[in-house]
């Protein structure tokens, strides 16, 4: 299972590794697109037809604003 702090400090991530349950936000890939779309989930990046990326920086940034509202 991948951790907060097992995240690279720069790069990016496939989806995989950013849900659960391999991945430190415990949603469904449904929810994380739906959250996609409304803006409650940072924006992907488009590297290929078929590969779509997060920026570690803002998942890093979406863990520390969940940690910190709480």
């Keep these: 299972m991948t951790y907060y ?11 995989k590794s950013i849900i659960a349950p391999f991945g430190p936000i415990p949603v469904s890939k449904s929810t994380w697109w739906a959250g996609v779309k409304d803006g409650r989930f940072p924006k992907p990046q488009k590297l290929g037809k078929r590969i779509t990326v997060w920026r570690v920086e803002d998942i890093r940034a979406l863990i520390d604003a969940e940690n910190n509202s709480n």
């Design 5 to 15: 702090q097992d995240l690279p400090e720069t790069g990016f991530l496939r989806l």
